[in-house]
């Protein structure tokens, strides 16, 4: 039965080499890594890899449960694709055994304190943003479009949004944005109802 380590931190900062390393001593020969958050499942290739490439009678192998998913959703969608397959999960720091009753029930409470971890930060990041606000302190996240220059390249070059987009390196969608905003603003200062912009 072949093993497959799974290893992920949260961060680019954030140092894989203890993962690697339990994995390896667990006896997985081929280990996928990233640095990618675990609260959504979209973006984390080496996890999608992973689950393509495993076959029935293979093992899947994580450090702990959270290192798969932090939400309780994301965790049983993955537990429930791993079983259509015939794959076993395993957790090296966890009594994690997915053919069990009782590591499966084991393996839902982990999820659950995961997805309430998650909850608890999310709320802690939320107060803390509400009393910078309170005290005048807090900008909010740096634009990551140039709107400035959106507006140049349309009136001055007279691009498109989807030239736009491929030259600035963004979404047509963020385009269309910045552009109906400065429609409306334009509008407006003449007299016409933002509304009809």
Avoid: W
């Avoid at 072949?2 to 994995?23: E, F, M, N």
């Avoid at 996928?32 to 890899?49: H, I, P």
């Avoid at 949004?161 to 969608?173: E, F, N």
Wanted: charged residues 30%.
């Amino acid at each position: 039965m072949p093993l497959y380590g799974y290893a992920r931190v949260s961060t680019l900062d954030q140092d894989l080499s203890i993962q690697r390393a339990a994995l390896t001593t667990a006896g997985c020969e081929v280990i996928r890594a990233e640095k990618v958050s675990g609260a959504r499942r979209d973006g984390r290739t080496e996890l999608q890899v992973l689950l393509d490439f495993l076959r029935p009678g293979d093992t899947l192998v994580v450090t702990r449960i959270d290192r798969l998913a932090r939400s309780l959703k994301d965790l049983q969608d993955i537990i429930h694709e791993l079983k259509a397959k015939g794959i076993a999960l395993k957790a090296t720091e966890q009594p994690v055994d997915t053919g069990t009753a009782a590591g499966k029930a084991f393996l839902d409470m982990l999820g659950v304190f995961a997805e309430f971890e998650t909850n608890l930060r999310r709320e802690r990041q939320m107060e803390g943003i509400n009393a910078a606000k309170a005290r005048g302190v807090y900008k909010g996240r740096k634009p990551s479009i140039d709107a400035v220059e959106v507006r140049r390249l349309r009136h001055e070059e007279k691009l498109g949004p989807a030239a736009i987009a491929r030259r600035l390196g963004i979404g047509r969608a963020s385009v269309y944005r910045v552009l109906g905003k400065h429609i409306a603003v334009v509008r407006t200062n003449r007299g016409v109802d933002a509304d009809q912009a």
